[in-house]
T-cell receptor, first 117, second 113 residues
Framework: GAVVSQHPSRVICKSGTSVKIECRSL??????MFWYRQFPKQSLMLMAT?????????EQGVEKDKFLINHASLTLSTLTVTSAHPEDSSFYIC?????????????FGQGTRLTVV | SQQGEEDPQALSIQEGENATMNCSYK?????LQWYRQNSGRGLVHLIL?????REKHSGRLRVTLDTSKKSSSLLITASRAADTASYFC?????????????FGTGTSLTVIP
């Protein structure tokens, strides 16, 4: 099956700095990737839909200037948390689907635990 | 919010018993998927049921879908300690701007050996 590689798995950064998280689709070309955030003991909240070659579509309430998404190729999407603050500490997960209409299973990265100190 | 809701939020059962989790959602869907998440890890796909299907089986898993009630259930039979995890339903929501993928609130399952 498809494999999604997400890197890094854990990162600690100082408040005010930026952190980049990579999501790679290893087995197929993904025109669409999704970024989620998950707080402890809560569900995954969709942050944005990353579209290859075009701007990402952000969910309501998600600041596009703070969470920069770049989907420069069919196998790589990056999420950059800019000017990170402690409240940005969370578990970030990406997913890909081989089907543009999401009519097949999605494959998830192992997640990135971000801690902002 | 398009997010679905699951109940119960937490479920604790003895090994060998069956576990049932329910998911309700708000809008028309293309399909509904169930995922499992072990603590602090990524999600693993369990089963997908399309909007024109009513029931699917996969091993010890049985999923039902009632689009008139906008609800789905996941049944895990003969549970094992290794089934301990969080389970999420995810709905593929049909929109004008493209299909979206939303997760339910999740059920934390504990299977006691």
């Amino acid at each position: 099956g498809a494999v999604v590689s997400q890197h890094p798995s854990r990162v600690i950064c100082k408040s005010g700095t930026s952190v980049k998280i990579e999501c790679r689709s290893l087995d197929f070309q993904a025109t669409t990737m999704f970024w989620y955030r998950q707080f402890p003991k809560q569900s995954l909240m969709l942050m944005a839909t990353s579209n290859e070659g075009s701007k990402a579509t952000y969910e309501q309430g998600v600041e596009k200037d703070k969470f920069l998404i770049n989907h420069a190729s069919l196998t790589l999407s990056t999420l950059t948390v800019t000017s990170a603050h402690p409240e940005d500490s969370s578990f970030y997960i990406c997913s890909v689907s081989s089907s543009p209409d999401l009519n097949t299973e999605a494959f998830f990265g192992q997640g990135t635990r971000l801690t902002v100190v | 919010s398009q997010q679905g809701e699951e109940d119960p939020q937490a479920l604790s059962i003895q090994e060998g018993e069956n576990a049932t989790m329910n998911c309700s959602y708000k809008t028309s869907i293309n399909n509904l998927q169930w995922y499992r998440q072990n603590s602090g890890r990524g999600l693993v796909h369990l089963i997908l049921i399309r909007s024109n299907e009513r029931e699917k089986h996969s091993g010890r898993l049985r999923v039902t879908l009632d689009t008139s009630k906008k609800s789905s259930s996941l049944l895990i039979t003969a549970s094992r300690a290794a089934d301990t995890a969080s389970y999420f339903c995810a709905t593929v929501f049909v929109s004008n701007t493209g299909n979206q993928f939303y997760f339910g609130t999740g059920t934390s399952l504990t299977v006691i050996p």
